[in-house]
């Protein structure tokens, strides 16, 4: 499974890259593969504030409704339009064409708090396999 | 494990458990006077003895049959063509619960598929619910849902919706953050425009309006619902879903929900239930709509098949965060609505939407003639009117109640304003001698 480098993760499975005082959110490629096909993604308003590890999102399959938590504390900038009329981005492309958010962080250190690609690794080997 | 009633030891190992010795020292705290309290019931019947007791009460009503009747107000004398309880009288739709295992009920969600069908066809909306309990109920719903989905504060309301309607609105937002502010009507009973777009501001969620209103008048919402949307609000419309057999449909008004009872499609008046709540939005909010969704789709073999469908919304899924806990639906009800339209048909119900106007009117037409009462002749309707009488109304249904008929609904229970005004219902079951005979009464008083 390919977790880039360059991005930074949440133990619930967001990544997230930051570029300047903004960054754009999504699911990883492990998160995507478990919620299977994505059908509707609720995308946050814009000016929103939110908060580190508390929904911003939800994103829905066939079969359930997931949160999306935001990975660190901000207000939202932009939300990913295209997931309006294709969904199926999130499975095609989870780190590029699938980001779902994009937010200006109001604590930059929380990104302190976030895994290293390795780091997230490590945790997806020790999920429970079904 | 069996499931028999326990033992004494059992008893006695679960009082210790909780370290009480008998069960007396369980239920201490219970005022002893309060622990065996004597029941004054009478002592038992037979059951002869029981059912001619039941039917001695039975006979202390009287019926829509056993008189004639011009009460309406939310809940209206139909013809009900037999086959509609043939129907929904086998046993496979009358004893049938909530489908758990609901694909595997293929005819339970067809019936409900038909049903969705028909009421996005006559509302003019995209997507229909499954049902829910009643009018009132469906129509709180739709509230919520506009409060979810725009995330505002307030409700704005026409007080001349239903008063059971805005009163089950309020309940349901009782204890929340969220406010009903009311618009009043003009002399005439229709919605005060000027009040209305006084209040429409950035607080509003979602507007209430019900067309028939509750006097029976038919609103003019004329540039409604785009002022409403410029404002970013929701629009909800409660329609008569018989009236729009001839009236312009929530769809065409403009409006995002049409949500109402559903009553007069082939249900009977009851006692006030077990009714229907229909429950229609745009496609824009169908991830908000509560209750059960029927669709179509293909089984493994690509085979036509029904199944419940969007179910991320609602509960056992969303847990906390779904918007209802509606996950039942008025079933039976929702079938006999379906049977009742498909039997008469889209030509059938406009018929039917034609004649309750026509004899409504004609009715109008005659008590107008009579000195001792007013009506305002000028106010579009579609079944129900307002009559103003010059005497206390109270003496006046007290005395054609004692003749059998049954003069109308009492507005000022309602609006203590309107006194000695009452709402007169007329459908298709009245004939001419029978509106006849009713004039002439009316003219005695």
């Known amino acids: ?130 | 494990m069996p499931y028999l009633s326990l033992t004494e030891e059992e008893k006695k190992a679960m009082l210790g458990q909780v370290g009480v010795r008998s069960f007396d020292d369980l239920i201490m705290d219970i005022p002893a006077s309060l622990r065996d309290p004597k029941i004054n019931l009478p002592s038992s019947l037979s059951e002869p003895e029981v059912q001619d007791l039941i039917s001695k009460l039975g006979r202390r009503n009287t019926t829509t049959r056993d008189a004639l009747s011009f009460l309406g107000a939310g809940s209206y004398e139909h013809f009900i063509p037999a086959a509609v309880f043939e129907i929904i009288g086998r046993q496979e739709f009358l004893t049938a619960y909530t489908p758990y295992q609901s694909e595997a009920s293929q005819g339970t969600l067809q019936a409900i598929y038909e049903y969705q069908s028909l009421m996005t066809e006559l509302t003019g909306l995209d997507v229909s619910n499954a049902s829910h309990y009643d009018g009132a109920t469906s129509l709180a719903e739709a509230a919520l849902v506009t409060l979810r989905h725009t995330d505002r504060p307030k409700l704005l309301v026409a007080r001349s919706v239903h008063p059971h309607y805005r009163e089950t609105i309020r309940t349901y937002l009782a204890g929340t953050p969220y406010k009903v502010e009311e618009f009043g009507f003009d002399e005439k009973g229709n919605f005060d425009r000027e009040e209305f777009f006084a209040k429409l501001n950035a607080d509003v969620a979602g507007v209430i309006f019900q067309t028939p209103n509750f006097f029976g008048n038919i609103e003019d919402l004329e540039g409604v619902s785009e002022k409403i949307r410029a404002n970013g609000s929701l629009m909800i419309l409660t329609a008569n879903p018989l009236s729009l057999g001839l009236l312009k449909s929530p769809g065409e008004w403009g409006a995002d929900i049409a949500a109402g009872e559903g009553q007069p499609l082939g249900l009977p008046m009851e006692f006030g239930g077990p009714y229907l709540g229909y429950f229609v939005t745009s496609k824009a909010l169908m991830r908000r709509i509560p209750g059960r969704l029927a669709g179509l789709t293909q089984d493994a073999d690509g085979k036509r098949a029904f199944c419940l469908t969007l179910q991320a919304r609602e509960q056992h899924i969303r847990r906390e965060r779904a918007g209802s806990n509606i996950c039942s639906n008025q079933a039976l009800c929702a079938l006999a609505a379906c049977v009742y339209m498909t039997l008469l048909g889209k030509n059938g119900i406009r018929e039917i939407a034609e004649i309750n106007w026509d004899r409504a009117t004609y009715l109008r037409q005659n008590i107008a003639k009579l000195k001792n009462f007013e009506v305002d002749s000028t106010q579009s309707i579609f079944n129900e009117f307002r009559v103003k009488s010059n005497k206390p109304f109270a003496k006046i249904e007290e005395k054609l109640m004692a003749q059998g008929i049954f003069p109308g609904v009492a507005l000022e229970r309602f609006y203590p304003e309107l006194k000695d005004q009452f709402l007169v219902c007329v459908t298709e079951t009245k004939s001419r001698e029978n509106l006849d005979w009713f004039v002439e009464a009316l003219a005695k008083c």
Request: glycine share 4%.
């Open chain 1, 1 to 130: 499974m390919d977790f880039p480098e360059n991005l930074r993760y949440t133990k619930t499975h967001e990544w997230i890259t930051v570029g300047g005082t903004k960054a754009k959110v999504g699911v990883t490629e492990y998160a995507q593969k478990e919620i299977s096909d994505v059908v509707f993604v609720e995308l946050p308003k814009q000016g929103q504030a939110v908060q580190q590890a508390k929904m911003a999102a939800v994103v829905e399959s066939v079969k359930a409704a997931f949160d999306i938590y935001a990975p660190v504390s901000g207000k939202i900038t932009d939300a990913n339009k295209a997931l309006e009329s294709n969904p199926a981005l999130i499975n095609q492309s989870p780190y590029t064409e699938g980001w779902i958010f994009e937010l200006e962080l109001s604590n930059p250190a929380e990104m302190n708090t976030l895994m290293t690609a390795a780091q997230y690794h490590e945790v997806v080997q020790q999920a429970p396999k079904h």
